[in-house]
């Protein structure tokens, strides 16, 4: 167990809708990443958060966002959702974010319908 | 940006034997990451390295950075078929840009 907990663990949804995911790093962890991982793209860099900011961002789509709260915990929002969304999603979590170690969630596993 | 190139993509060995895994990099690395996966699941942290010529060690596997920071290798010494899955390198661009990328992995199958 990484210690980074993501929920919910599977998610089944129709196109043109809308889904958030979770994320809650480890107990003091400062920054979130998000990853995509699809059979043809590999694991894509999304988004970085430290401490509630952006710090980083990736091959993110318009139709995604995502956020880090007061409580650190993360939120990737994804609508308009199209087939191509289907995937992994994972969130990991580091102490700073930069050079240390960063420890993964059992992702979540989005199909679009 | 930056881009890792693992090889090989795929690797099958017999048990007992070892094996090595490349992970270049097109820019120098400042922060080299190696991860195992299972199929569909979580990444698993393996190490990290930082400083050109660092090596570590954990259980039967061996990473290494080589001294230019442009390659590091990943050893494992008398695998076992527990040593199967996608092992991942991954690295943080240097500057301003903390993006944590990674390669397109090497999948290991071990046979008994």
């Known amino acids: 167990d990484s210690g980074v907990t993501q929920t919910p663990k599977h998610l089944i949804t129709a196109t043109g809708q809308r889904v958030t995911l979770r994320c809650s790093p480890r107990?003091?962890?400062?920054?979130v990443y998000w990853y995509q991982q699809s059979l043809d793209q590999g694991l894509q860099f999304l988004i970085q958060?430290?401490?509630?900011?952006?710090?980083a961002k990736g091959n993110i789509l318009e139709r995604f966002s995502a956020q880090q709260f007061p409580d650190l915990h993360s939120e990737l929002n994804l609508s308009s959702l199209e087939l191509g969304d289907s995937a992994l999603y994972f969130c990991?979590?580091?102490?700073?974010?930069?050079?240390?170690?960063?420890?993964f969630g059992q992702g979540t596993r989005l199909t679009v319908v | 940006s930056q881009e890792l190139e693992q090889s090989p993509q795929s690797l099958i060995v017999q048990e007992g034997k070892n094996l090595t895994i490349n992970c270049t990099s097109s820019?120098?690395?400042?922060?080299l990451y190696w991860y195992k996966q299972k199929y569909g699941e979580g990444l698993i942290f393996l190490m990290m390295?930082?400083?050109?010529?660092e090596e570590k060690s954990h259980e039967k596997i061996t990473a290494k950075l080589d001294e230019k920071k442009q390659q590091s290798s990943l050893h494992i010494t008398a695998s076992q078929p527990s040593h199967a899955g996608i092992y991942l390198c991954?690295?943080?661009?240097?500057?301003?840009?903390?993006?944590?990328?990674f390669g397109k992995g090497t999948l290991l199958t071990v046979n008994p």
């Open positions: 990991a979590s580091s102490v700073t974010g930069m050079n240390t170690e960063a420890f």
């Open positions: 107990s003091g962890d400062l920054s």
């Open positions: 958060y430290y401490n509630g900011e952006e710090r």
């Open positions: 820019k120098t690395l400042y922060g």
């Open positions: 390295l930082q400083k050109g010529g």
């Open positions: 991954g690295a943080v661009s240097g500057g301003s840009n903390y993006k944590l990328t």
